[in-house]
């Protein structure tokens, strides 16, 4: 049985099957190339000629029998010349389709190419269909030649004509078609097959070249999305120098103010006290332009008030002092240590930060803080990248409220100590709530439900890294039209 092989090889053809597992090439492209179907056509053409050919030789044989009887049996000249010429033309077809499947014939499309089950057919015993044939077609010659006269019903080459083809010539012929057949369908089958192992490989091939494809994607959505958080980071970096130089350039004149005003006041008591003490030893009444002057200006009042106005001024500065010193307190994002923090403290100070938002957040209605602080202890953590976290969560909270328009503002703030190793705090606002959807959506980097210019969908992303990086996490609760509560829970110390 000859082994079919389709394309340009075998060899090739396993390289390109790598080449497709591995992703590097298209396997449609390699498909088309092997199983080329103009080729599988030719091939299916010749099949269904090499057996035409030998089934027409079936035919051809029992026809030679016929012509033959008819030869030896007419008596009239003219009808024994015409089947003469019909015999002959009818060896010739014989002889010829029997030369073309052994020794091929593009014109019949016969490449003479035997597979060995053929060959034995044709020159092994027992069949021995080529010495069966050409003898055949001998014997057919020889009545073509013989004249009238020696023709008779027990002429030797007309019963062996009619013998053969009766029985041996027909059987081998037959054996032939048979074998022909089983061949042709051996090949479609085998062909089927390959286009059936190539189809699953292709699939195959194609499966894992959209898996890594998707995971390049992956890939490159995370590469990008760590290259703008590099980006996010660093904008705060600089934000937080900004702040510090800022608090700096501001702190050391508010030290000048806070420094004289002390003195300031002082001065204005010891001033004050001087004129009192006057007033009650100087000869009565006060010449007149004094009298008058003390009136315009309003002395008893300025006695009075002076020590109030000072006293403020002084609450003013040491108000600022503060301000700066939680300025100066989140600008250290990027501390390299660990410190001991009073997180209530640390809540605070975000809360100054904001506490313009408070006041005139909700359409002018100033949003109502309340506080439930347990006592905690101090917990070692990165106080600066707490203050980041405590930052964006109320403030979330505040644009949630405000794109509510709630009439009645509140903010929930809780800390609690969960057990002796790890603290709880809780932001919680009683604005609309967030949906179940979104919620599964919140912690990913660039999401966000804001308007664009209003969010970059980062802040949740980095507190969530902040927080897990104290080796905590951060959980969001939320019902639609009650609320939402973000709870932190950290260790005290983590190492």
């Known amino acids: 049985m000859r082994k079919i092989v389709i394309g340009k090889g075998w060899s090739n053809l396993v390289s390109h099957l790598d080449l497709i597992r591995e992703g590097l090439t298209d396997p449609t492209c390699t498909l088309t190339q092997y199983l080329d179907q103009q080729h599988i056509a030719a091939i299916r053409a010749t099949n269904a000629a090499v057996i035409n050919i030998s089934g027409r030789q079936r035919m051809l044989t029992q026809r030679t029998a016929f012509f033959a009887l008819r030869l030896v049996t007419a008596s009239n000249p003219t009808q024994q010349t015409k089947i003469r010429q019909e015999l002959e033309a009818t060896l010739r077809l014989l002889e010829q389709s029997h030369q073309a499947l052994i020794f091929g014939d593009d ?52 019963n062996y004509i009619i013998k053969a ?3 041996s010539l027909l059987f081998a012929l037959d054996q032939a078609v048979a074998e022909y057949q089983r061949e042709s369908e051996e090949r479609d089958q085998e062909i089927e097959q390959e286009q059936t192992k190539f189809y699953q490989q292709s699939c195959h091939a194609t499966a894992l070249a959209e898996a890594k494809a998707k995971e390049l994607q992956k890939t490159v959505q995370t590469l990008q999305n760590t ?16 702040i510090a130089g800022i608090a700096h350039e501001i702190n050391n ?13 002082q001065y204005s008591q010891d001033l004050l006290e001087f004129l009192t003490l006057q007033a009650q030893h100087l000869p009565q009444p006060l010449p007149n332009p004094i009298s008058e002057q003390a009136e315009d200006i309003e002395l008893e009042f300025i006695q009075e008030d002076l020590p109030k106005l000072l ?45 313009y938002r408070l006041k005139h957040q909700c359409n002018d209605n100033p949003v109502a803080v309340i506080k439930d602080y347990q006592e905690l202890p101090l917990v070692r953590c990165y106080g600066g990248l707490l203050s980041q976290v405590f930052m964006n969560l109320i403030g979330n909270a505040l644009d949630a409220l405000e794109d509510a328009e709630h009439t009645n503002p509140k903010i929930y703030l809780k800390t609690e100590q969960v057990n002796s190793e790890r603290v709880a705090i809780s932001i919680c606002d009683n604005g609309p709530g967030i949906s179940e959807e979104t919620q599964g959506e919140l912690f ?47 260790p005290v110390n983590a190492v």
């Not at 703008?228 to 660093?234: D, F, G, S, Y």
């Not at 420094?259 to 300031?264: I, P, S, V, W």
């Not at 969010?455 to 992303?461: D, E, I, K, M, R």
Request: with cysteine; proline share 3%; net charge neutral.
């Open 311 to 355: 006293t403020s001024m002084r609450t003013g500065v040491e108000r600022i002092q503060e301000i700066i010193a939680n300025l100066r307190n989140f600008s250290r994002l990027e501390q390299k240590d660990q410190q001991w923090i009073n997180l209530q403290e640390n809540i605070e100070g975000t809360l100054l930060l904001l506490k």
């Open 253 to 265: 004149p508010l030290q000048f103010l806070s420094g004289n005003l002390h003195y300031a006041l």
């Open 227 to 242: 290259q703008l958080q590099l980006i996010q980071a660093e904008k705060l970096s600089s934000l937080g120098q900004l």
């Open 107 to 158: 014109r019949l499309n016969v490449s003479g190419v035997l597979s060995p089950e053929i060959k034995k057919i044709y020159f092994a015993p027992p069949l021995n269909l080529d010495q069966e044939l050409r003898a055949f077609i001998a014997a057919g010659y020889h009545l073509v030649k013989m004249s009238a006269n020696e023709f008779s019903l027990e002429n030797y080459q007309l």
């Open 444 to 490: 990913s980097p660039f999401f966000t439900t804001k308007p664009v210019g209003k969010g970059t969908g980062l802040g949740l992303s980095i507190s969530q890294q902040i927080i897990e990086r104290h080796q905590g996490r951060l959980i969001c609760n939320s019902t639609l039209g009650e609320g939402t509560e973000f709870r932190i829970e950290i």
């Open 165 to 167: 083809a009766e029985s």
